[in-house]
């Protein structure tokens, strides 16, 4: 049973490299600080609440490690929770966790891998090509996590 788990997990792990090709090339650049993980925070904010959207917004460090953190009143209590996992799955793996949502409909695989959450709403913060940290939004439909954590992502362009 092990040795069958671990190779779904190799099956998986390489077919999602195959499938999302450079991502793993960028390199981990200095962690976001601060300063910067709040304003991440205030434009997340404001795209939630512009849409009248009751969201978690996680942003973690370049170890995805928790640096920010914000829940709207009336966020369902386990979007804190999977905000920081969408946060720390698109800095640990070095993509967006909409990547692993689109690849489970194809290859069950995926959902083995350990960390992986197969749901959009976590974004890779880049800055001068360098990932910094990571966004995680949680509240909504993925699509509207994930409107609402680009929000924060486009800072960094």
């Known amino acids: 049973m092990k040795r069958t788990i671990a190779v779904l997990l190799t099956i998986g792990a390489s077919s999602l490299t195959c499938a999302t090709g450079a991502a ?10 601060l300063e910067s993980a709040r304003k991440c925070l205030a434009a997340a904010e404001a795209e ?22 914000e829940r709207l009143d009336n966020t369902q209590i386990a979007s804190i929770r999977i905000s920081q996992m969408k946060a720390k799955a698109a800095n640990n793996f070095k993509r967006p966790t909409k990547v692993f949502q689109d690849r489970a409909a194809s290859d069950v695989a995926v959902l083995g891998l350990p960390g992986v959450i197969t749901s959009e709403g976590g974004l890779p913060l880049i800055m001068d090509g360098k990932i910094v940290g990571a966004v995680g939004t949680s509240g909504g439909t993925s699509a509207q996590d994930g409107q609402v954590s680009k929000a924060c992502a486009d800072l960094f362009k």
């Open 24 to 33: 793993n090339a960028q390199a981990y650049g200095s962690a976001i600080n």
């Open 48 to 69: 939630a609440r512009k849409n009248n959207w009751n969201m978690a917004i996680t942003v973690v460090d370049d170890g995805g490690h928790l640096v920010a953190f």
